[in-house]
């Protein structure tokens, strides 16, 4: 019997209450069409109703996929869970999700990717919730926000310290799913499901074992549609008997503003050559020097923003395979994408489950992350995840709490002032007009990562910017290189209002960071 049924039969069985976790990743993976056919069902029959919605990553953009927007609507949306939220420039309307949490219409929560793929994994072996060391000492701790992201969401605590083996613990007890949520390429009419088109497999399957697990569905949207039998059985990545209904997208997009792209699914291997090299900047110069921490035969993780330079950087100076860069969507290895299409790799070597990815990460398994900063205070905090004034510039945490829970290494890049217009000169940096205000600061506004636990386990923390490179000591942030035209009390001690000290034995970064070519980088 067949199981592929239209959209709106297949999201009338939603009940009121439920809890409804989707498999996303911005646009990447997005079941866009079935979140669309949700809302629209709500406006005409006021159902489902009082939703709690999990999203380990967040489900779509600001660029034409809606996803959490189609069901960000008062009645319809009572509790959501999320890694990530959907963001983008000040330019851009505020998203419908954003609005209903900052006017305190829906109880809302910043969860770690990580972890939330966690709480699936307990949920359906029926374990009693997630115990894990992620997020001690940030926003995440109930010594702190505990994850809420207003009022609603902090009436209603998710996690709790706990003390179990002598050492002290953040639980989240387990959220069951009554719905799973999806996407694939294709599916046969049994509802076995391949990802041959897709730029991730996400956690899909994670999570439909945790809907059926307790007597939940699970909803799969695809592209298209191929007879019982014709699949390879390897190629399988969600099997038919998880599933129980199966919907149609022809047009669903591979990522944002990405119809479809051949190397993302690793159909195809891009020559080398055929990938944009970074533009010469300020902020190619920072992911130059991030570049130097590397080392041949590295595993290092990769976050949005500035970091996101560094594999072009290897590339620009001839070894695009000498480090294997891990992201986590589940791409391993070949050349992460920048801006839009961030979070999908070209050439990858394979493609790992999310959930399986994350576990990789918080076990801090790889050599080096590159993660970037809004802001640094005294402490050695970093803040990626909250900009109170316009929220929705931020996409929240994502896996970045996960990552840098015990990673040996850290790197984190961004621009010392914000604003500040430097130019470049024969022998270096020109500070030629201050930024609007310094970025490190005197308390963060959200401690996305915990200077203080740093130090207690003995990371290796770095902060490059455009004026200095600042290690995270004992003592607090000492610059201990400094760019060539960068006067060091001026530009970097009285800038940031006495912040970031400068060693005694700091020296002077190459100039060589600063070339128009490449810049002779042996690996």
């Not at 990530?84 to 969860?111: C, H």
């Not at 004034?389 to 840098?404: E, H, M, Q, R, S």
């Amino acid at each position: 019997m067949s199981k592929i049924v239209p959209v709106a039969e297949a999201v009338a069985r939603i009940a009121d209450g439920a809890v409804v976790t989707v498999s996303s990743s911005s646009a990447l993976g997005c079941p866009d069409a079935v979140l669309a056919a949700i809302g629209a069902r709500f406006a005409t029959e006021g159902h489902p109703q009082a939703i709690t919605a999990l999203h380990p990553i967040a489900a779509g953009d600001v660029y034409g996929v809606k996803g959490m927007d189609h069901i960000a609507q008062d009645g319809l949306l009572a509790r959501v869970l999320a890694g990530s939220y959907p963001s983008g420039p000040s330019s851009v309307e505020m998203p419908a999700i954003w609005k209903m949490i900052v006017e305190d219409r829906v109880a809302a929560y910043n969860v770690p990717s990580g972890i939330l793929f966690d709480m699936h994994r307990e949920a359906a072996a029926q374990r009693p919730g997630v115990l894990t060391e992620v997020g001690l000492d940030t926003f995440v701790d109930p010594e702190r926000q505990g994850c809420a992201m207003n009022a609603r969401g902090a009436a209603a605590p998710i996690v709790r310290r706990v003390a179990f083996d002598g050492k002290t613990w953040l639980h989240f007890p387990n959220i069951l799913p009554d719905v799973a949520i999806l996407r694939a390429t294709t599916a046969d009419e049994r509802g076995n499901l391949t990802y041959e088109h897709e730029g991730a497999y996400l956690g899909g399957l994670e999570q439909a074992i945790a809907a059926r697990n307790n007597g939940g569905q699970v909803i799969a949207q695809v592209k298209r549609i191929t007879a019982s039998g014709s699949l390879r059985p390897h190629d399988v990545r969600v099997p038919g008997h998880l599933v129980d209904c199966v919907v149609v997208d022809p047009d669903q997009k591979q990522t944002t503003e990405t119809q479809y792209d051949p190397a993302i699914s690793g159909e195809i291997l891009r020559p080398w050559s055929s990938f944009a090299l970074a533009e010469h900047g300020v902020e190619k110069v920072i992911a130059r020097r991030a570049a130097l921490e590397l080392k041949r035969g590295m595993t290092a993780n990769l976050g949005f923003g500035i970091s996101a330079m560094v594999p072009r950087i290897l590339l620009e100076e001839g070894h695009p395979e000498a480090v294997t860069w891990a992201i986590e969507q589940g791409a391993v290895g070949g050349m992460p994408l920048t801006g839009f299409a961030f979070g999908c790799a070209s050439n990858a070597d394979a493609f790992m489950p999310s959930p399986q990815q994350f576990i990789y990460f918080q076990g801090a398994g790889f050599d080096v992350s590159f993660l970037s900063f809004l802001e640094v205070d005294v402490e050695g905090n970093v803040n990626v995840s909250k900009l109170g004034k316009k929220p929705y510039l931020t996409a929240g945490c994502g896996g970045f709490v996960d990552i840098t829970a015990k990673a040996k290494n850290i790197v984190f890049s961004g621009w010392f002032e914000a604003g500040a217009k430097v130019g470049f000169t024969e022998t270096g940096l020109n500070i030629e007009a201050p930024g609007k205000f310094t970025k490190m600061v005197e308390k963060v506004e959200h401690v996305t990562f915990s200077g203080k636990r740093a130090r207690e386990q003995g990371q290796n923390v770095l902060y490059i910017t455009e004026r200095c490179v600042i290690r995270l000591t004992e003592s607090g942030l000492v610059a201990t290189e400094i760019m060539p035209g960068i006067d060091p009390q001026a530009h970097i001690v009285a800038a940031s209002e006495g912040r970031v000290q400068v060693a005694e034995n700091a020296r002077r970064m190459a100039a060589d960071l600063l070339a128009q070519g490449p810049m002779g980088l042996s690996l």
